[in-house]
């Protein structure tokens, strides 16, 4: 499974970096390559679901998602994150401050970005 990938969703272009099953370590990997991809696209032209579903965060996740959060924020529009776990959902309040304003937390991805395109309003028409 590719971990940062571009879905499209209705029309709209989603990057959706996927950190399902990972371990800990594999998490800052993923985190570090979705900051990389993102941060290579104009700013605020971003959709983005972050998912973490059974993703095992180990020491210093906390650090790492306000690492990711800093690098993308300037070229993010709305941001969701899939499959918060109780423990995960703990982290996920406590950095929340450091995260993209619009960010929202949602149980499966399609509601993710059914919600992501709906942010995004109509298509801009030339």
């Known amino acids: 499974m590719e971990r940062v990938r571009v879905e499209m969703w209705l029309g709209k272009r989603i990057v959706v970096v996927d950190g399902t099953d990972v371990t800990g370590e594999e998490y800052a990997t993923t985190l570090r390559q979705g900051s ?3 941060t290579q696209q104009p700013p605020n032209s971003i ?5 973490v579903t059974r993703a095992r965060f180990g020491a210093g996740a ?3 998602i306000k690492a990711y959060s800093r690098a993308i924020r300037p070229f993010v529009t709305a941001s969701a994150v899939v499959g918060l776990s109780p423990l995960q959902r703990v982290i996920f309040s406590a ?3 450091f995260l993209h304003a619009t960010v929202r937390d949602f149980a499966t991805l399609d509601e993710a970005k059914g919600w992501l395109v709906a942010a995004a309003g109509p298509a801009k028409t030339p």
């Not at 959709?47 to 998912?51: G, M, N």
Request: aromatic share 8%; net charge neutral; glycine share 0%.
């Open 36 to 38: 990389a991809f993102v």
């Open 47 to 51: 959709l983005l679901a972050t998912v």
């Open 62 to 64: 906390a650090e790492h």
């Open 95 to 97: 950095v929340r401050p």
